[in-house]
């Protein structure tokens, strides 16, 4: 079964940090562009960053720019996502999810592929 498994989610203080991942299992990344959205509770899910199949081409919400930076490794078939000096507002799920290319702006309905999400809990 082809999938993408997320992991790296936790409860941490506000101006701490976390690095998600985006794994694939049965599932060879380096074909799709991998991005990244969360969904808080109440709210739509929205689009945080993309990267595009080689590393080139990174996006980022408005919102963690200069805070968040993507990155993958092929060879590791797993997409990263370092978010720093996080905020309560960025408590979510966090999800990735794999397009065949670059959608702009980030829109879920166009994924072609989804991952079962990480919770992320930005609390004191």
């Known amino acids: 079964q082809s999938e993408l498994v997320e992991s790296g989610g936790g409860l941490v203080q506000p101006g701490g940090s976390l690095r998600l991942s985006c794994a694939g299992s049965g599932f060879t990344l380096r074909y799709y562009v991998i991005n990244w959205f969360r969904q808080a509770p109440g709210k739509e899910r929205e689009g945080v960053s993309y990267?595009?199949?080689?590393?080139?081409?990174?996006n980022y919400a408005d919102s963690v720019k200069g805070r968040f930076t993507i990155s993958r490794d092929n060879a590791k078939n797993t997409v990263y996502l370092q978010m720093n000096s996080l905020k309560p507002e960025d408590t979510a799920v966090y999800y990735c999810?794999?397009?065949?290319?670059?959608?702009?702006?980030?829109?879920?309905?166009?994924?072609?592929?989804w991952g079962q999400g990480t919770q992320v809990v930005v609390s004191s």
């Open positions: 999810a794999a397009s065949y290319r670059l959608i702009v702006p980030m829109n879920p309905s166009r994924m072609l592929y």
């Open positions: 990267i595009d199949s080689t590393g080139g081409t990174t």
